[in-house]
């Protein structure tokens, strides 16, 4: 409260005590108001907050009382709605149980009327199933009377039959006489039989006994035949084998013996060329040294003609002053210079050498770079090759199985045809069917894909044979007995064409043709690569992978190996792209 508004109600106050408005005194007037005056109106403005502050408290009382009543007031108005709510849902569900009480009443008394309905019905068809009834009693009283009848009857029949019995009685007695006799006759009769039919049985035991020692002789006759017939063909298959061997050998010798005879030639026309190179060289260093002595005695002569005359012989032949007189660089020195000269072109080949040799070593290896590998379910593969067909694994168990290059999903799998295992061993693909290598009955088999069936099949040229290849025109394969790389014709039932060596390989694991060039895996890891070249084969590149492989293929810029999976065991399929130069 400010100032002014106190001044206004102690003037009120005054008005009402005094009677008249409140007048203020000058200054110095006021100077003279006395201490009771002051003490009087400090008095009542002290009174006048006191009951200022009272008549708030009981305002703040009377609105706190206002908003409880006022809250009862809305909670009261709720639960009223609520109960009216209550009340209206209760009268609802009264009205719904009444209506269908009312609904249930009907249905009764519509029930009750289709039950008298059908009670009616049933009444007029139990009187009509009683007057059926009723006829048929008497029916069947006319029917019981003709059954008594005939009862009658076969009474009157049963005593005749009684008197034909007995008849008949006498006629047995003396029928079963006769039969007696007869059945006397019939025994004899039959042990007469018994005895033929023994007899016969033991014949045909005899004869049986014949024809199974006769079937026996047969069995055993056919057995020896069939065994005679198999030791036969083995004898004719390794006739055959031996023969063709031989007939490699044959050809292998007179291969090596036009060889040897080119070389030989070669040697000797080579020989003779040295030793014509030898005696020209011989004959003109005869003919230098005999113009050297000549020489040297015309150089002689001229000396002792110098020296008989007193002519002074030129510079060049005597040393003059001023060159003895000029300074030598020591010999010492000088050698060490040398020497650290030639140690350092020495130390300059050596690198240049070394750096020639590993880019020569660089540029004539493959180098691979890993892309992916994906495990393998067949255990048992040794033999890997893919085409636009898919991808190939020649397995021991299974035979040649076809998978999807992208999942390894088996598409298909090839088995034997015809009778005798087959082990496939090794597999090169084309499209539309591959080759494959069959060690149990060492052969080469050609496998068509649409039909599954053999199209050819040719006999090893060797006991040992390892790896199957196809250039596309012929077929190639490795046997590691005779160490030779053997060379089918365009018929390859027509036998070997050719036998080549490998240099620095005498067994492999597998082996493809990759353009021009053929690409060998040993045991260990080793990858070699080979180029034809003047009927042989010459080394290009050998290198040892770093991840050993038991099979691979290399094409479209892609390497593929079967390899060992290390961790897991089984096998696994690695593709890596690879590069040349």
Do not use: C
């Not at 082996?511 to 003047?534: F, S």
Request: hydrophobic letters at 40%.
């Amino acid at each position: 409260m400010d100032n002014e508004e106190i001044d206004r109600q102690l003037g009120e106050l005054w008005k009402k005590a005094s009677g008249k408005d409140y007048v203020p005194e000058l200054s110095g007037q006021s100077s003279r108001l006395s201490e009771a005056q002051l003490e009087t109106v400090q008095f009542l403005k002290n009174n006048f907050s006191r009951a200022e502050s009272d008549w708030k408290r009981l305002l703040e009382a009377k609105d706190a009382s206002i908003r409880d009543l006022s809250a009862q007031l809305d909670e009261t108005r709720a639960h009223l709605a609520e109960l009216k709510q209550h009340y209206h849902e209760a009268r609802e569900k009264v009205i719904s149980e009444e209506l269908t009480s009312v609904l249930k009443l009907e249905e009764s008394g519509k029930i009750l009327g289709a039950q008298k309905k059908n009670h009616a019905r049933e009444m007029t068809l139990l009187k009509e199933l009683l007057e059926r009834t009723r006829v048929e009693l008497t029916v069947l009283n006319g029917r019981l009377e003709t059954l008594r009848e005939e009862r009658d009857a076969w009474q009157k029949k049963f005593t005749e039959s009684a008197v034909e019995q007995s008849n008949l009685r006498d006629a047995a007695d003396g029928a079963e006489r006769r039969l007696a006799d007869a059945k006397e006759a019939v025994e004899r009769t039959l042990s007469e039989l018994l005895a033929e039919r023994r007899a016969r049985s033991d014949a045909e035991k005899k004869i049986n006994e014949a024809g199974k020692k006769a079937a026996e002789l047969e069995s055993s006759l056919a057995e020896a035949k069939a065994n005679w017939d198999a030791e036969r063909k083995e004898w004719r298959e390794l006739w055959d084998r031996e023969r063709s061997v031989w007939e490699t050998h044959r050809q292998e010798f007179a291969v090596w013996e036009s060889r040897l005879r080119s070389e030989r030639e070669a040697w000797t026309a080579k020989l003779k060329e040295e030793e014509t190179k030898g005696l020209d060289y011989a004959a003109g260093l005869a003919n230098t040294l005999k113009e050297s002595s000549e020489w040297s005695e015309k150089v002689s002569q001229i000396l002792k003609l110098y020296a008989l005359k007193g002519v002074q012989l030129p510079a060049v032949f005597v040393s003059s002053g001023s060159a003895a007189d000029a300074p030598r660089i020591p010999r010492p020195a000088f050698r060490r210079s040398v020497t650290k000269l030639l140690a350092m072109a020495l130390a300059g080949l050596t690198l240049m050498g070394l750096l020639a040799w590993r880019v020569y070593d660089y540029r004539t290896k493959v180098h691979f770079s890993l892309l992916s590998r994906l495990s393998l379910d067949t255990p048992n593969a040794s033999g890997l090759a893919v085409s636009g067909d898919g991808l190939w694994l020649a397995d021991w168990d299974s035979g040649l199985v076809l998978k999807d290059p992208k999942d390894l999903s088996t598409l298909r799998v090839f088995n034997g045809t015809g009778a005798g295992p087959f082990r496939p061993a090794a597999v090169s693909a084309f499209d539309g069917g591959a080759w494959a290598l069959d060690l149990a009955q060492l052969r080469l088999i050609k496998k068509d894909i649409n039909s599954g069936k053999i199209i050819e099949a040719v006999k090893t040229s060797g006991p040992a044979p390892q790896g199957a290849a196809w250039d596309g025109f012929n077929l190639w394969s490795f046997d590691a007995a005779t160490g030779l790389l053997y060379r089918y014709g365009l018929d390859p039932a027509g036998g070997v064409d050719a036998s080549y060596t490998l240099p620095s390989l005498k067994s492999l694991s597998a082996m493809q043709w990759v353009g021009a060039q053929l690409w060998t895996l040993d045991a260990k890891g080793g990858l070699r690569r080979y180029v034809p070249e003047n009927g042989a084969f010459r080394l290009v590149s050998s290198q040892k992978l770093k991840s050993p492989a038991i099979a691979f293929w290399a094409g479209k810029d892609y390497f593929w190996t079967l390899e060992k999976n290390g961790k897991m065991g089984g096998l696994e399929i690695g593709k890596y792209k690879f590069k040349t130069y």
